[in-house]
């Protein structure tokens, strides 16, 4: 007989009844929400001793679905202590140095929807870009483990006694040196990031020759958007105006305006594609760009635009 699934609530009971009998007494836990992205609210467990100021977040909504992909409340919770001890063994585990001198090179920027972020853009530095926001990050470490990041806040920014405008000085040095930008066909894209199944081939204008702009991990790609000159050697290489779609926060979808898809074409395009393949945390825009290599001049179009 099939196993019926449990709801979410009592998923998060149980999962922190098999982790109560497996941690050690001196270990601690706590659940908090955390406002992520697109205005996505996740509760974030983490494990710590008295007297620790780090531990790694667990987000419960991501183990409850591997629970639901078939996964076993005490292989998850399992899962989960192990990492939580491998990062306490580990040189990473010491609070981050948050002084200027300290974090100065680190700092870089991203960017995200302005309507789907209003509630963390009051209380965090940003500047307007068309219906996006750059926003601005700390580098915690960047390697062979991944990304880990700090968002910087306007409290931090205060304590640094720095002005928007400053962050953004030193982001558009640190961000282009830590993370280059690539352009790349879209078949040589999908040669190292397969399509989503949810995704035809036909979506996908092959004749027009497509590119993909983003950077170097492909992480928070979309943010060469910003880099110096990169509209305008983007189309050098093209030698045309173009479109520049946004595929997610991870990389930009560029495509020449000799194309049979005309604005609302590509407009629809994007909106199909956000709703059957982007994660909710992941989507930038519905709105689509359009940049003039002779004016050097970017424009946004939006389906009232279009009409």
């Not at 406002?35 to 531990?55: A, E, I, P």
């Not at 066909?185 to 497509?210: A, I, N, T």
């Not at 928070?220 to 050697?233: H, I, K, S």
């Not at 030698?239 to 590509?266: C, F, M, R, V, W």
Request: hydrophobic share 35%.
């Amino acid at each position: 007989m099939k196993e019926t699934k449990i709801n979410y609530e009592e998923f998060v009971s149980r999962l922190r009844c098999r982790l109560y009998e497996i941690i050690p007494e001196d270990v601690n836990m706590e659940v908090n929400p955390v406002l992520k992205n697109n205005s996505l609210h996740l509760d974030s467990l983490v494990l710590f001793r008295q007297g620790s100021n780090c531990s790694p977040s667990f987000y419960l909504q991501d183990y409850y679905k591997k629970y639901t992909n078939g996964y076993d409340i005490d292989v998850l919770a399992e899962n989960i202590y192990e990492r939580w001890q491998r990062f306490i063994d580990s040189p990473d585990n010491q609070s981050p140095d948050l002084s200027l001198a300290h974090c100065r090179d680190g700092i870089v920027y991203r960017l995200v929807n302005i309507s789907r972020n209003r509630e963390m853009l009051k209380n965090v530095p940003y500047i307007p870009f068309f219906d996006l926001a750059v926003v601005f990050y700390y580098v915690l470490r960047n390697n062979s483990d991944g990304l880990q990041s700090l968002r910087i806040n306007t409290a931090l920014r205060k304590r640094w006694d720095l002005t928007t405008k400053e962050l953004f000085e030193l982001a558009i040095k640190n961000t282009p040196r830590m993370f280059p930008e690539r352009f790349r066909s879209m078949r040589e894209f999908l040669e190292q990031y397969p399509m989503p199944e949810e995704l035809s081939s036909e979506d996908v204008p092959w004749e027009y020759s497509p590119y993909v702009l983003t950077n170097s991990n492909g992480i928070n790609g979309a943010a060469v958007f910003l880099y110096p000159d990169v509209l305008e050697r983007t189309g050098q290489k093209l030698g045309s105006n173009y479109y520049i779609l946004p595929s997610s926060t991870h990389e930009l979808l560029i495509l020449k305006e000799q194309t049979k898809h005309d604005a609302k074409d590509l407009l629809d395009m994007v909106y199909c594609v956000n709703r059957r393949c982007v994660d909710p945390e992941e989507f930038l825009s519905d709105n689509i760009y359009f940049y003039d290599c002779q004016q050097k001049k970017l424009k946004m179009i939006s389906t009232d635009d279009s009409m």
